[in-house]
């Protein structure tokens, strides 16, 4: 049996050309269709709905039967509809007239949805295809993906059997398939002059609308399938269609037809498009962009020239998109070096504004374009101008070092890298936050004073660098400033310490600790041992301590220490680190709570139980506000573990258990203890134990 199948290769510029493989030595061209400016998964939708052939659907179903003869296996018995299915893919006339004869429903479907008819057309065989139409086929059946009979003949590209379904009376030549494509639509995608004829001769619409407004004559262009368009324009223009209809509105978004064929990426179509009288300035309704824009975005040199050649003053007019953009701005937006060129040599404006006041300057540095930026200083853009928020495109150039270096070579921007933006940023704080230590080494090159450049809060790029834990870009500007500014604090008091601490940025931390940052309290009198030890950074708290471990016992304005701070946001781990140190005072806050009182309060069971575990318990617990029993019937009720917890404590065991010597001493200390004076029973704790049945 002959075998088929469907080979897909992706071209430039996202096209797809698609063959038929007969034995592995016929090929037979299918047709293509454009992919360009899709992304990943539309690809493969795109690819899915293109890959019907003679084979699909058939070859897998047909497997078993290839597979090879073995008589101990036991094979189902067929249905008469599989049966009548695999006749026609195997081509047996015969068979499929005899099955037929014995009353088999001739529209049964199958696992695709597919009917004989569907699947006769697909094998491509006209005789089968005549009897099944004879024989009650319904030809206008549509598939699981709304396709009908008539579609599969527009897409497999068998004339005769096209002819065929055509003939037949019920067959509705317009009918819309998948996605409300005509079979008009697939035979203009699929670049079938001849198919396009045989359906135009059916009376199908030239002017049927897909599900995106796009005609035939729109899905031949947008394919790059130049034969089909050509044949379409002059069928259209034949019929006395005014060329308005034809060329524009080919979408609900008022794209015309030059616009699609420049998104195809097939000069060939917008070599058409202009002979069939295009207006290269003609906006799309939508967003005003035209297809003079949309070639300079894309990057196609060969298409650009084919426009200008037509339209030689078009680079030099202010043609703007809804944005106020330019092609040229497209063109450096998209880094087109020769591109810009081309524009520039034919009169754009290297200084054209947008709506925003940017410059195709600005646009080239923020894709870090260097060669596109370069050519555009040459050409007299001007690196001073500033957009709407007051920045220059050395902002742009942010993340790209050598575009910035290639911008700086001006000496009139180096006085500018100190101002501010309409935010109250300097572009040196706009470096520090995205990491950039290569440009913020450049700056301070270009301009010392960059590094004390102080935000509308005061802030320097090193409280910004400290703040996201850019810790390379505190490295350079440490090397820079050295000790000028690493203490310098903004409009909180808060120095660039305090934000690496907040953020727990160890590195950040270690370099200002290193390079002699000190401790100095913030607007709340909270330090960096305060920041750290609240945010769970154990690694930064124990730096501070090892450096600074006179701020121990710091206390903000509500009296709470680090320790308090640990506690009251359930970091375990820094409190029983804090607990270690022997300088760590038990202190009470200004709501007169020791760590204990507060984590009972918050219900910090996990922050209790650091407490309950360390050696400092009894301590602690000593302490506590409304006293020991007070507390410990609010652990009974509140935190049963952390009861059991403290009890354990108070049971020491010496010797081992075989040892004549091992004792249990037990300390009853805390369990058996009034309340106050007044209470005569010493029972209070193991009262309420009782109620709550605390085992």
Not at 207 to 221: D, F, I, M, T, Y
Not at 233 to 261: C, V
Not at 425 to 442: N, R, T
Request: hydrophobic residues 35%; charged residues 25%; aromatic residues 4%.
């Amino acid at each position: 049996m002959s075998k088929k199948h469907l080979v897909i290769e992706e071209g430039p510029n996202g096209s797809v050309a698609m063959s038929e493989i007969s034995n592995g030595t016929e090929q037979v061209e299918l047709g293509h269709t454009n992919l360009a400016g899709m992304d990943t998964p539309q690809r493969r939708r795109k690819l899915t709905s293109i890959s019907m052939n003679s084979s699909e659907g058939s070859e897998a179903e047909v497997a078993g039967e290839e597979s090879g003869d073995d008589s101990d296996k036991i094979t189902p018995k067929r249905s008469k509809a599989q049966q009548l299915k695999d006749a026609i893919m195997s081509g047996d006339i015969s068979e499929v007239e005899n099955l037929l004869n014995q009353k088999i429903d001739v529209n049964l479907s199958d696992g695709f949805g597919r009917s004989p008819l569907h699947n006769a057309v697909l094998k491509g065989i006209p005789s089968i295809v005549d009897i099944l139409l004879k024989s009650g086929a319904d030809v206008n059946k549509k598939d699981d993906r709304e396709d009908s009979a008539v579609h599969y003949a527009a897409r497999v590209g068998n004339p005769q059997v096209l002819t065929l379904i055509l003939s037949n009376p019920e067959c509705d030549v317009n009918l819309k398939g998948s996605s409300l494509n005509s079979p008009l639509h697939i035979a203009a995608s699929l670049n079938k002059p001849d198919l396009c004829q045989i359906l135009l001769e059916y009376h199908a619409n030239p002017n049927s609308q897909e599900e995106n407004g796009k005609s035939p004559l729109g899905r031949a262009v947008e394919s790059g399938a130049a034969n089909s368009a050509k044949y379409l324009f002059e069928h259209m223009k034949g019929l006395g269609i005014p060329s308005d209809t034809i060329l524009y509105n080919q979408d609900f978004d008022g794209t015309t037809l030059l616009h699609l064929a420049v998104d195809s990426g097939f000069s060939q179509v917008v070599e058409l498009c202009l002979e069939n009288g295009a207006l290269i300035r003609q906006p799309r309704r939508i967003d005003r962009t035209t297809a003079f824009h949309m070639a300079c975005e894309q990057g196609s040199t060969a298409i650009v020239q084919l426009l200008v050649q037509y339209d030689p003053k078009i680079s030099k007019i202010l043609l703007v998109n809804a944005e106020g953009i330019t092609p040229l701005h497209q063109a450096a937006l998209s880094n087109s070096h020769g591109i810009a060129e081309i524009l520039i040599n034919n009169g754009a404006d290297v200084n054209a504004r947008t709506n925003e006041n940017r410059t195709p300057l600005m646009f080239a540095a923020k894709r870090g374009g260097v060669d596109t930026v370069r050519l555009l200083l040459e050409k007299g853009a001007d690196p001073t101008l500033k957009d709407i928020d007051g920045r220059t495109a050395v902002y742009d150039a942010i993340g790209y070092p050598m575009t910035a270096e290639v911008i700086l070579e001006d000496p009139k921007l180096d006085p500018m890298l100190t101002e501010k933006d309409l935010t109250g940023f300097s572009v040196a704080h706009y470096a520090a936050k995205s990491g950039d230590a290569k440009s913020m080494s450049l700056f301070l090159e270009h301009n010392k004073a960059v590094g004390s450049t102080v935000s509308d809060q005061l802030d320097t790029p090193l409280h910004v660098a400290a703040k996201y834990g850019t810790h390379e870009v505190v490295r350079v500007i440490l090397e820079k400033q050295g000790g000028k500014i690493i203490n310098a604090q903004n409009s909180r008091n808060r120095t660039a310490l305090h934000l690496a601490c907040s953020g727990g940025h160890y590195k950040a931390a270690i370099l200002l600790l290193d390079k002699g940052a000190t401790i100095e309290r913030d607007q709340n009198n909270r330090t960096a041992l305060h920041e750290a030890a609240q945010n769970g950074a154990k690694k930064v708290v124990e730096k501070v301590i090892s450096k600074h471990s006179h701020c121990l016992n710091y206390v903000d304005d509500d009296k709470n220490t680090a320790l308090h701070l640990a506690v009251k946001n359930c970091r375990s781990e820094i409190i029983h680190l804090l607990l270690s140190l022997r300088k760590q005072e038990i202190l009470k806050n200004t709501s007169n709570q020791t760590i204990l009182d507060l984590a009972v309060q918050l219900d910090d069971s996990a922050g209790a139980m650091a407490i309950a575990q360390h050696d400092r318990w009894r301590e602690i617990l000593e302490s506590c506000t409304h006293g020991v029993t007070n507390m410990m019937k609010k652990l009974c009720v509140k935190m049963p573990d952390v009861t059991e917890q403290i009890f354990d404590n108070c049971i020491e065991i010496e010797g081992e258990k075989v040892s004549q010597e091992h004792k249990i001493k037990y300390d009853l200390g805390v369990i058996l203890r009034k309340s106050s004076p007044e209470v005569k029973s010493s029972l209070e704790i193991l009262e309420v134990i009782a109620d709550n049945r605390i085992e």
